[in-house]
């Protein structure tokens, strides 16, 4: 049950080195993700969609990435970087992502949790960091479903605005109109009688 429910999550591996980025690649593997892994920032950006509108085109729904992990230190756009990046982005900021690095700074560890990271891994990775990925992915969808029926109760309070605005609109006409109608037929018919007398 717990392996259908985690080989629904796809995960975002970006990371420079090699060998750290196969090493991840095999620990979400064998944790039964779907793994999509990048050497750098600006891949990620790209496949994520957010460097070229049209890319967003190129990847279907069931290639929604549900959480991104990447490396701290890479060349170009760092860790931290691609973190403010996404939090930045209304269509990606709630996608959950960690953060690893090979040197434990408290520093930086805190910099990027209070940037929006959800967890900070220390290298070399191991499989009992990765099956802590699961609560985060699991919260965000619970988060989601209960998001589902608030948004439905919004879309429709927007609607039902909507038309009572359009039937104010559609009556305010329709009164002025028999204002119109009605001062003319005053008008008329005292003009009439004061002209019979």
């Known amino acids: 049950m717990d392996m259908a ?15 750290d980025r196969k090493l991840i690649e095999k620990l979400l593997k064998t944790s039964s993700f779907q793994v999509t892994a990048v ?14 509108e049209e890319q967003r085109n190129h990847h279907p729904q069931e ?38 690095s090979s040197e434990n700074i408290p520093s930086r560890i805190n910099r990027c949790l209070e940037e929006g990271a959800e967890d900070f891994f220390l290298k070399p990775v191991q499989l009992s960091d990765v099956s802590k990925l ?14 589902k029926p608030k948004r439905n109760i919004r879309k429709r309070k ?9 039937l104010m609109e559609d009556l305010d006409k329709f009164i002025s109109i ?20």
Do not use: C
Request: glycine share 6%; net charge negative.
């Open 158 to 166: 927007t609607i039902e605005e909507s038309l009572t605005h359009m």
């Open 178 to 197: 028999e204002d119109i109608f009605g001062e003319l037929n005053y008008e008329f018919s005292h003009k009439r009688w004061k002209f019979g007398s």
């Open 63 to 100: 290639m929604e990435v549900n959480l991104i992990i990447t490396d701290y230190s890479m060349p170009g756009m760092t860790g931290y970087d691609l973190l403010r990046k996404i939090k930045e982005s209304s269509s990606l900021k709630d996608i959950p992502v960690v953060i690893m």
């Open 39 to 52: 050497d750098s920032g600006s891949k990620a950006l790209e496949f994520l969609g957010l460097q070229e």
């Open 134 to 147: 699961r609560p985060h992915l699991l919260r965000r969808k619970a988060e989601e479903e209960e998001e």
């Open 5 to 19: 429910i985690e080989a629904q999550f796809h995960v975002l591996a970006v990371d420079d080195n090699l060998i």
